[in-house]
């Protein structure tokens, strides 16, 4: 079996409470297995950006697991998330945080 990068099981985010509560993620489980490129698609609004932000550690679960490695993020405090993130994690934000006057080698 191939090793997991990051393993989710019966991820779930819900934002808000009582009738106004959205579910982002409603169990989602899934393998990135390590030394692969995983794509992860789907229409505006269907949860993409709230999984890899759970994935990487930027947000907390309201149930379910996270493993990075062989860490269990939805057990670490801020200071291990925030070690987790700067030690293990890259990110690839969009436009909006890249520097225009940079080419992409620099």
């Known amino acids: 079996m191939t090793q997991a990068a990051v393993r ?3 991820l779930v985010k819900v ?11 409603d169990g989602v489980s899934m393998t990135v297995p390590t030394g692969r490129f995983t794509a992860i698609m789907g229409a505006s609004g269907s949860g993409k950006s709230t999984l890899m932000h759970l994935m990487a ?10 493993l990075l490695g062989g860490t269990e993020l939805t057990r ?5 998330l925030t070690a ?13 945080n890249l ?4 080419t992409a080698e620099q």
């Open 8 to 10: 989710t099981t019966d």
């Open 15 to 25: 934002y808000g409470r009582g009738p106004a509560a959205v579910r982002a993620l």
């Open 57 to 66: 550690g930027l947000d907390t679960a309201t149930s379910g697991s996270v």
């Open 76 to 80: 670490c405090s801020d200071a291990e």
């Open 84 to 96: 987790v993130r700067r030690d293990r994690v890259g990110f690839v934000f969009q436009a909006f």
């Open 99 to 102: 520097l225009p006057q940079l």
